[in-house]
């Protein structure tokens, strides 16, 4: 194991039990701020301590083996004994290493948030609006299998099965975790049924995905929003009702702007566009705080980089591709119902925590 790494096990063993002794303080009164403040992080690093003396364990029977093999005067069946087991715990030790290299990484604190899903119809024309109802069917199917809930904000569709804009809440826990790898351009090559040569077209749809921000996250004052109603007005400019209940926010100092006109009820809008730009200011703040980190760390999945073509669904070979980490599959059709999404979502978690784990070596 690194000296590094080694050096990182005994602080936080050693803070563990720091903190094991100021919970136990009489002066600490429970249910204080600071008496949470401790209980927190000294929940936080249990599990972390427990994995770290299970490795230590291992690496003390690991010596105790060595020298029972290698002692002159031992006994010979307790030497072949003391061999097997040596052998058999050598093999199991870098899985254990990485065990606890793996929780000792920064965690992410927007990790176990809901989210807030956006999806915008790109280059394609009418065969990209169509794409992005498919990412659309695609995330609420695997919500679905997982246990999220999945409540469409804001709908702007075609009226031909497509969608140009869509923005959904997905809630639940760790939602974060497991989509905000999603961020980026999709692209789809496929013939379109209104092709009448059978010429394979390309069209893209954006994926953004936020974190859902709590009130006390995000500061949102009232005077720097400035709130608009108008009327709300269907496709063709068509009235869909004769009240103000259209929503317009404005968050002043950032000039984020945010507009809700799906509900008949300017209470309900507003409250779905207050949500929504809480999101964005939020995902804003983590932005500039990336872009700060870049500097020491280039990650091209955790950027977020909406801009970067991130995956390609190509129908006629049935493969979806995402061009992070060069990883391709042959199961479109299970990918699109969410029941195989995992299989990408999985390997680029595994990419992420290995780019951070050598940054720990």
């Given amino acids: 194991m690194p000296v590094l790494l080694q050096d990182k096990l005994e602080r936080v063993v050693a803070r563990h039990g720091e903190l094991?002794?100021?919970?136990?303080?009489?002066?600490?009164?429970?249910?204080?701020?600071?008496?949470?403040?401790?209980?927190?992080?000294?929940?936080?690093?249990?599990?972390?301590?427990?994995?770290?003396?299970?490795?230590?364990?291992?690496?003390?029977?690991?010596?105790?083996?060595?020298?029972?093999?290698?002692?002159?005067?031992?006994?010979?069946?307790?030497?072949?004994?003391?061999?097997?087991?040596?052998?058999?715990?050598?093999?199991?030790?870098?899985?254990?290493?990485?065990e606890v290299t793996l929780l000792l990484l920064p965690k992410d604190a927007a990790d176990e948030k809901s989210a807030i899903l956006e999806i915008r119809a790109g280059t394609g024309g009418d065969e990209a609006a169509l794409f992005a109802s498919d990412l659309l069917r695609m995330y609420q199917r695997y919500a679905e299998l997982r246990g999220w809930k999945v409540e469409v904000l804001s709908m702007n569709d075609t009226g031909l099965g497509g969608t140009k804009e869509v923005i959904a809440a997905i809630s639940g826990r760790g939602v974060f975790a497991r989509l905000k790898f999603e961020s980026g351009v999709h692209r789809v090559q496929r013939v379109p049924e209104t092709e009448a040569s059978g010429r394979i077209h390309?069209?893209?749809?954006?994926?953004?995905?936020?974190?859902?921000?709590?009130?006390?996250?995000?500061?949102?004052?009232?005077?720097?929003?400035?709130?608009?109603?108008?009327?709300?007005?269907?496709?063709?400019?068509?009235?869909?009702?004769?009240?103000?209940?259209?929503?317009?926010?404005?968050?002043?100092?950032?000039?984020?702007?945010?507009?809700?006109?799906?509900?008949?009820?300017?209470?309900?809008?507003?409250?779905?566009?207050?949500?929504?730009?809480?999101?964005?200011?939020?995902?804003?703040?983590?932005?500039?705080?990336?872009?700060?980190?870049?500097?020491?760390?280039?990650?091209?999945?955790?950027?977020?980089?909406?801009?970067?073509?991130?995956?390609?669904?190509?129908?006629?070979?049935?493969?979806?591709s995402d061009h992070r980490i060069n990883l391709t599959l042959h199961k479109i059709e299970k990918i699109l119902a969410g029941e195989a999404l995992d299989e990408i979502i999985d390997a680029l978690v595994s990419h992420d925590e290995a780019e951070r784990l050598s940054e720990l070596q």
Avoid at 248 to 268: A, C, F, L
């Fill in 20 to 98: 094991a002794t100021a919970m136990s303080d009489p002066a600490g009164a429970a249910g204080s701020q600071a008496f949470i403040k401790l209980s927190k992080e000294y929940a936080d690093l249990s599990p972390v301590v427990a994995r770290i003396k299970t490795l230590q364990k291992a690496e003390r029977d690991l010596a105790d083996l060595d020298a029972m093999m290698n002692d002159p005067g031992g006994d010979a069946d307790m030497k072949a004994l003391a061999s097997d087991e040596y052998y058999a715990l050598k093999a199991e030790l870098p899985r254990l290493e990485r």
């Fill in 202 to 320: 390309t069209s893209a749809a954006t994926v953004a995905v936020l974190p859902e921000a709590e009130d006390v996250e995000v500061n949102m004052a009232e005077k720097d929003l400035r709130i608009d109603v108008f009327r709300s007005s269907g496709p063709g400019g068509q009235s869909v009702n004769t009240t103000d209940s259209a929503v317009r926010i404005t968050h002043i100092p950032t000039g984020v702007v945010v507009s809700q006109q799906d509900e008949k009820s300017q209470h309900k809008n507003k409250a779905k566009a207050l949500k929504i730009l809480r999101a964005r200011l939020y995902e804003r703040e983590r932005a500039l705080a990336d872009a700060q980190r870049a500097a020491t760390r280039k990650s091209q999945i955790g950027s977020g980089d909406r801009s970067e073509r991130i995956r390609t669904y190509n129908y006629p070979q049935g493969r979806v």
